[in-house]
Each structure stands twice: as structure tokens, then as C-alpha cells.
Antibody
């Protein structure tokens, strides 16, 4: 059973950088899947941030592309998210998830709330 | 980019009633690329239905999906107390960005 777990600071200052890591267990991050970040502002819907393959290939949401970097560490079975120049609008629950090509997100982390505030 | 729109925004029903949720795509979608998720408060979304009509592992058979082209439906045959939640549809076949519908909240009447 694949499990994903997000970790990182729950509070980030405006104009700072949000950094999160997703640890994958029960399966290899080097499998034929992509690994995604999705966020959900309080009381709102789901927004896809981007994804990475174990080779390092990435795809990003155009609306966030200029501020987002997703990276992978296959030795640790982890992938990470960095979002720069954050504002209050970036306050959200951030989820990591697994996705196969042309398939839905089948495994999700429990999510972690990140608040942007001074 | 295919945009999916869900209706209604909120569905108020009683336990035991039938729920019918709609998902409309801005262009034709392959049946193998339409999925539904359930999200309860404080929890991550859970995959319910993939390939338009296939139930994910452990999903009870009161949940069913149907549709083709641009119009898709999630039906809950008889609502159980644990089914009151928010449901999202997703088109998962086109190139990124991945997009979700805005969600339908099924609430207790």
C-alpha cells in the first residue's frame, strides 16, 4: 500500500519561500508514475500545482510556473515543492499525490496546512 | 485545456435518497479519462470512480458513474450518512495542467 506524507513549516512569512517535502513509502518513486502537488485554499476547490517524474522531468500549472520548483530525490524516495514570493493567497492545504499517465490521482497524502502570515 | 463544470453547487437530500451529480466538459472527453473524488471535511480527496464508471478499490456499489462525450454523471443510489461530502470530477487525459471541477456539496436536508 503506497503512502504519502507531507512535511514542512506550517507558517511562512509574506514574500518568503514555501518549502514542503513529500515522503513516499510502500512503493518506489522511480516507478512509472508522476508525483504531484495539489493545493486547496480554505473553503475552496482543488488547484493542481505541478508534477515530476523520477527522471526529473516536470510540468507546472502556468498560473504558478514562475514561482514553482518541484524536485525529486530518488535516494530518499521523496519529492519536494518550493513556492517563492508567497502571499496570503497561497495559504492552503497542500497535498502530494501519485498519478499514472492519463490516469487520476490514486494515492494522496493527508495534506498539510500552510499559512502565509507575518 | 479542457474545463469541467459541475452542477449543482449544492445538493440537499435526506439519507436514503438518490443523488445525481453532473459534470460537463468544455469539449469531448475520452471515457477512460473521467474520474470522480469524494472529500470529507479535514480529509484528502479519495478516488471514487475512474474510466467514467469503474469503482476504485473498496468503493461500495451504491456509487456509479456514467456518461460520454461532454456529459458525465455520478449517482449515489441511496445516501448513507457517511456519503454527505464534497464531490469533484476531473478530466485526466489531456496534457497538464490537470483541472478539477469546482465541486458539488451533498448536504443533509
Amino acid at each position: 500500500q503506497v503512502q504519502l506524507q507531507e512535511s514542512g513549516p506550517g507558517l511562512v512569512k509574506p514574500s518568503g519561500t514555501l518549502s514542503l517535502t513529500c515522503s513516499v513509502s510502500g512503493g518506489s518513486i522511480s516507478s512509472t508514475n508522476w508525483w504531484s502537488w495539489i493545493r486547496q485554499p480554505p473553503g475552496k476547490g482543488l488547484e493542481w500545482i505541478g508534477e515530476i517524474y523520477h527522471s526529473g522531468n516536470t510540468n507546472y500549472n502556468p498560473s504558478l510556473k514562475s514561482r514553482v520548483t518541484i524536485s525529486v530525490d530518488t535516494s530518499k524516495n521523496q519529492f519536494s515543492l518550493k513556492l517563492t514570493s508567497v502571499t496570503a493567497a497561497d495559504t492552503a492545504v497542500y497535498y502530494c499525490a501519485r498519478v499514472a499517465p492519463n490516469s487520476p490521482f490514486d494515492y494522496w497524502g493527508q495534506g498539510t496546512l500552510v499559512t502565509v502570515s507575518s | 485545456e479542457i474545463v469541467v463544470t459541475q452542477s449543482p453547487d449544492t445538493l440537499s437530500l435526506s439519507p436514503g435518497e438518490r443523488a445525481t451529480l453532473s459534470c460537463r466538459a468544455s469539449q469531448s472527453v475520452s471515457p477512460s479519462h473521467l474520474a470522480w473524488y469524494q472529500q470529507k471535511p479535514g480529509q484528502a480527496p479519495r478516488l471514487l470512480i475512474f474510466d467514467t464508471s469503474r469503482r476504485a478499490t473498496g468503493i461500495p456499489d451504491r456509487f456509479s458513474g456514467s456518461g460520454s462525450g461532454t456529459d458525465f454523471t455520478l449517482t449515489i443510489s441511496r445516501l448513507e450518512p457517511e456519503d454527505f461530502a464534497v464531490y469533484y470530477c476531473q478530466e485526466c487525459g489531456t496534457s497538464p495542467p490537470q483541472t478539477f471541477g469546482q465541486g458539488t456539496k451533498v448536504e443533509i436536508k
